[in-house]
């Protein structure tokens, strides 16, 4: 399984961006997919994940009510869309393809994208 993040970038405070993750291999075998950020400084933490079919969704209390995780099994990529955009939200986002444990933990995901940058200015 290979997973490639995209849509990172440079948003002022309040603004908007959409991430993308383009899954690749044996990719059913990978849900619950997640989104993890890691900032300057801290460790990586949780952001949201979904299930194969998008109908369950898990989103860390920090970002519940602005961003959105969401699926298209047809083009096998997971989007996360995030809305009014804090300084605090400035990371490193990655994607991640679960292995078996609690979706909140790195440890329980054994694929990893890259990671793309987000950055917001206040």
């Known amino acids: 399984v290979q997973l490639q993040a995209s849509g990172g970038g440079l948003v002022q405070a309040g603004g908007s961006l959409r991430l993308s993750c383009a899954a690749s291999g044996r990719t059913f075998s990978i849900y619950p997919m997640g989104w993890f950020r890691q900032g300057p400084g801290k460790e990586r933490e949780f952001v949201a994940a979904?299930?194969?079919?998008?109908?369950?969704?898990y989103y860390a209390d920090s970002v519940k009510g602005r961003f959105t995780i969401s699926v298209d099994n047809a083009k096998n990529t997971v989007y996360l869309q995030l809305n009014s955009l804090k300084p605090e939200d400035t990371a490193v986002y990655y994607c991640?393809?679960?292995?078996?444990?609690?979706?909140?933990?790195?440890?329980?995901?054994?694929?990893w994208g890259q990671g793309t940058q987000v950055t917001v200015s206040s």
């Open positions: 991640a393809g679960h292995n078996s444990g609690s979706y909140t933990r790195t440890t329980s995901y054994g694929y």
């Open positions: 979904i299930s194969w079919s998008g109908s369950n969704t």
